[in-house]
Structures are given as C-alpha cells and as structure tokens.
C-alpha cells in the first residue's frame, strides 16, 4: 500500500488531521510559551514579595508583641512591688499609731499619778503644818494659861 493509500483511510485521515492539530497547537504553545512564563514568573515573584512582606510584618508584630510582653511583666512587678511597698508602709504606720496612742494614754495616767502623789505630798505638808500650828497654839494656850494663872496667883498672893 502506498501513502495515498492510506489516506484515503478515515482512521488515518483522522490521524493526520490530529496531529495537525497537535502540531500548530505545538507551534502555538511555543510561541505564547515565553510569554506565558514570564507573565507566571512576575506573579510567582508577586506572590512571593507579598508573602515575604507578610512574614516580615509577623516577625515585627511578633517583636512588637514580645516587647510589650516583657514591658507587661516589668511594669506588673514594678505594679506588685509598689502594692507591697503600700502595704508594709501602712501596716507600719499603723502599728507605730498604735504605739503612739498607748504611749499617750500611758503617759497620761503617768502624768496623773504624778498630780496625785503632788496633792498627796501638798496635803501631808499643809496636814503637818496644821498640826504644828495646832501645837504650837497649843503651847500658846498652854503658856497663856500658866502666865495668867500666874498672874492669879500674884495677885491672890498665892505662890
């Protein structure tokens, strides 16, 4: 059989028009073939800046976020150092308050045990001047009394 042949068969016909087909289907992809890639080339690239863009902007919120992270901790200890501080502070002022208060009242009764022993003392020393003036009035008396009862007695004669 010769080639003509064969194609006066359909099967081939068929063939032969499908790879005709194929081949400027072939020439067509090889002419749109640069093209086409560097056209997916610029999008990969594309794709690829916005994702590296992306991950930089992550890594720095990231960073933003360990960074006020560790300013939090700092300030949260600065915050339970301070609440601590405010705690022992008041807690010693009022203990030292307390001390104060008893030291007052204690100095008060102090001060007026110290009145009473004053009194006490001013009224024993006016208790004894009255009883060395009642003595002494006394011997006065006593005196007067003999002087006049001697001057009676003078004047009666009577010795």
């Known amino acids: ?27 067509q992809i090889e002419s749109e073939l640069p093209g086409t890639e560097q056209r997916l080339d610029a999008e990969v690239q594309r794709h690829r800046a916005v994702a590296v ?14 960074a006020a992270e560790k300013d939090w901790k700092t300030a949260d200890k600065l915050f339970q150092k301070a609440q601590k501080d405010k705690k022992q502070t008041l807690d010693s002022l009022q203990k030292e308050h ?11 009764k102090a001060r007026e ?10 009224k024993k020393e006016v208790d004894k001047a ?3 003036k009642e003595q002494e009035m ?6 007067e ?3 006049t009862e001697e001057e ?3 004047e009666l004669g009577v010795s």
């Not at 099967?11 to 028009?17: C, D, F």
């Not at 104060?100 to 204690?106: L, P, S």
């Open 152 to 154: 009676k007695k003078r």
């Open 130 to 132: 009255k009883k060395a």
């Open 1 to 27: 059989m010769s080639d003509a042949e064969y194609l006066q068969d359909k099967k081939i016909q068929k063939m032969e028009e499908d790879s005709k087909k194929f081949k400027e289907r072939m020439r």
């Open 53 to 66: 863009s992306k991950k930089e902007s992550f890594e720095q919120f990231r960073r933003q976020a360990q």
């Open 113 to 122: 045990k110290r009145i009473r022993e004053i009194e006490n003392a001013k």
């Open 145 to 147: 009394v003999q002087r």
């Open 98 to 108: 307390k001390a104060m208060q008893k030291r007052i009242a204690d100095a008060k």
């Open 138 to 143: 006394e011997d006065l008396k006593r005196k």
